[in-house]
């Protein structure tokens, strides 16, 4: 069945949304439980109450937002992603997810169906690490990936701990209660952007996603010794960006040698002291980022790092201290919802492709719980994270489209 999603309902969400924002247009900035946040988040209750959805949030912030189906004791289906945005970023990075999940229900029951299976929207809390340096805060803890403890031993870089963060936006809960059971959902869809260039090069509306990508992620010290830059000859030199700066090449050498095609790594932080252009640097921090669909790779990678930063630094006289933020399995998606993304674009009449998903989303968690896949959309030149980030009305209307048959199919 062809359910009507209304395009001009989807874009003044959207744009309602992206005007919350700390920074001005056409870039968003929404960090986690900020002013701009708590003004989106308020205007996305609004609107699922408008839809009839029964809400609740829990102690970190996720949102839960239920049309009850005519067998509400069954698990779930639920779909969402995230609205946290990092700084001077687009509109589209999880948002589409979540509007067209709520448009997705909506046209649902403008077409007069009932459920069997209740359909839950979810909002996730802090996709993104901008505050907390945790990627997924909201549905590692969901899936118990994060603890209770661990959560409350993160702070932000000004200082600030979670628990006052979360307690000042009003979220004061317990977060001992945040973790889900397995099986609480019977299925979860993430409708979501690309990131990626593959479905605009091949002139294709939908991807099917059949894997998630995870990364290993970790956050290097180099400690050197500073000095005046006209003083200290260059023989005696302890440099701790020259250190840094060869890890960074030998991140980029050990991915493209770890023979996967699928091993991408990134030195995406890095960060010197004294930071003077007639000072030797003493310091330096480097966050390094490394992914694969499949963890073979991914931890080679991740070992031949370390061993050349051992290297680099026994020769160069540095100290280092190494720290591992992450390393998340990744996740294949399971094959009934997947069945049930293709038939639905059978039913719609839409062209679409089995892809991997590159980036990781909060469906790497929520795969711990219940049967997870992914839709994806195109996005103009694969751009993501950027203010000319953008995704067309007609094919976040698609994406919907699909999303909405399947989860009817799923809800029974």
């Not at 990092?86 to 448009?103: H, Q």
């Not at 505050?131 to 118990?144: K, M, Y």
Request: some cysteine; proline content about 6%.
């Amino acid at each position: 069945m062809n359910y009507q999603i209304d395009s001009s309902e989807l874009s003044a969400d959207l744009a309602a949304i992206a005007a919350y924002s700390s920074s001005p247009p056409p870039g968003v900035t929404r960090i986690v439980y900020s002013e701009a946040d708590q003004h989106a988040r308020a205007y996305l209750r609004e609107r699922c109450r408008e839809a009839g959805l029964e809400l609740r949030e829990d102690g970190l912030g996720n949102l839960f937002a239920r049309w009850i189906g005519s067998e509400p004791e069954l698990p779930a289906v639920a779909s969402g992603s995230h609205i946290d945005a990092i700084p001077n970023s687009g509109r589209y990075d999880g948002t589409v997810g979540v509007v067209g999940a709520l448009e997705a229900i909506r046209a649902l029951r403008r077409a007069g169906v009932q459920p069997r299976r209740s359909i839950e929207l979810l909002l996730f809390t802090s996709e993104e690490p901008t505050r907390f340096g945790v990627g997924c805060l909201g549905s590692r803890a969901l899936s118990g990936a994060l603890t209770a403890e661990q959560i409350q031993s993160l702070t932000d870089g000004e200082g600030y701990s979670l628990d006052e963060a979360r307690n000042g936006a009003g979220f004061s809960a317990p977060l001992a209660q945040v973790q889900l059971p397995a099986g609480h959902y019977a299925a979860f869809v993430e409708l979501h952007i690309e990131q990626g260039p593959s479905l605009e090069t091949e002139g294709l509306p939908i991807g099917v996603v059949r894997a998630i990508a995870a990364p290993a992620a970790i956050r290097l010290v180099l400690r050197g010794q500073g000095g005046h830059a006209g003083a200290v000859l260059m023989p005696g030199r302890r440099d701790a960006l020259l250190a840094g700066a060869e890890i960074a090449l030998a991140v980029e050498h050990a991915a493209l040698a770890s023979g996967s095609p699928d091993t991408v790594a990134t030195t995406g932080y890095f960060r010197i002291e004294p930071g003077a252009v007639n000072a030797i640097p003493s310091r330096a921090v480097l966050e390094i980022d490394i992914r694969d669909v499949a963890p073979e790779p991914r931890d080679l990678t991740l070992e031949a790092v370390h061993k050349a930063i051992d290297e680099i630094c026994g020769r160069r006289f540095i100290e280092y201290e190494l720290t591992l933020l992450n390393s998340d399995p990744p996740a294949t998606c399971d094959p009934g919802v997947i069945e049930a993304i293709v038939a639905a674009c059978h039913s719609t009449g839409l062209a679409y492709q089995m892809m991997v998903s590159r980036a990781y989303h909060d469906s790497l968690f929520m795969a711990r719980i219940c049967p997870t896949a992914m839709i994806f959309v195109p996005c103009k030149h694969g751009v993501s994270h950027r203010p000319d980030e953008y995704a067309s009305p007609e094919d976040i209307v698609r994406g919907t489209a699909v999303l909405a048959e399947t989860l009817a199919r799923l809800a029974g």
